[in-house]
């Protein structure tokens, strides 16, 4: 079974600053792949980033890019130039590449980010 | 386009109640998916759906059952309520087909359901 560990339940930055949330995996798979989710207070589930496992080079998505170790099975996130719409709850999820009939996510606890003016 | 649609959005349910989820999706999804949120806990898949006419428990799905009615919908039911299935629960749809193009999951807006 796959696990998914985000050991910040919660971290503040201050605005125009720069965050990084962690993320580590467990998996005896070699091809998956690694997503960030935002929730913001609304509860929608807003993809922000992802990354296939046979892929070296890091994702990047304007102010959002991983830092992507699979040797470590670590899935940072760090958010660039943070602004006060980036204050939400972020998942990290992880689903096996089986090219099967379904795309099973599984997900971390979560770190809640808070941007302070 | 709606996507994927939850009904209702909020629930207060007495304990022993019974109580049905409804979800719908517009995208001709293969696949659907029902998780429950707590807070610490991230999203737990509680059951899914591959396709039309199957179901499968996923990490948590006592007290729990589904109805993949049809390949749009696919509803869950508390037959019995209990204060501990308070939690806000989401329902989301994946193409089995063609993969996923942004997003390997569509959610719905999630359904906040409170048991006394």
């Known amino acids: 079974a796959q696990t998914v560990t985000q050991s910040q339940p919660e971290m503040s930055v201050q605005e125009a600053e720069t965050v990084t949330l962690s993320c580590t995996y467990d998996t005896s798979e070699n091809n998956y792949y690694l997503f960030w989710y935002k929730q913001p207070p609304s509860r929608q589930m807003i993809l922000v980033i992802r990354q296939e496992a046979y892929k070296q080079q890091n994702a990047t998505e304007n102010r959002f890019s991983v830092n992507f170790q699979k040797a470590a099975k670590s899935f940072s996130l760090k958010i660039s130039d943070s602004q006060l719409g980036d204050t939400a709850m972020y998942f990290c999820?992880?689903?096996?590449?089986?090219?099967?009939?379904?795309?099973?996510?599984?997900f971390g606890k979560g770190t809640l980010l808070t941007v302070n003016p | 386009n709606a996507g994927v649609t939850q009904t209702p959005k909020f629930q207060v349910l007495k304990t022993g109640q019974s109580m049905t989820l409804q979800c719908a999706q517009d995208m001709n999804h293969n696949s659907m998916y029902w998780y429950r949120q707590d807070p610490g806990m991230g999203l737990r898949l509680i059951y899914y759906?591959?396709?039309?006419?199957?179901?499968d428990k996923g990490e948590v799905p006592n007290g729990y059952n589904v109805s993949r009615l049809n390949k749009r919908e696919f509803s869950l039911r508390l037959e019995s309520a209990a204060p501990s299935q308070t939690s806000v629960y989401f329902c989301?749809?994946?193409?089995?087909?063609?993969?996923?193009?942004?997003?390997?999951?569509?959610f719905g807006d999630g359904t906040r359901l409170s048991i006394l």
């Open positions: 759906s591959a396709s039309e006419g199957t179901t």
């Open positions: 989301a749809s994946s193409d089995r087909i063609r993969g996923f193009s942004n997003q390997p999951q569509h």
């Open positions: 999820a992880f689903m096996i590449n089986s090219g099967g009939s379904n795309y099973k996510l599984t």
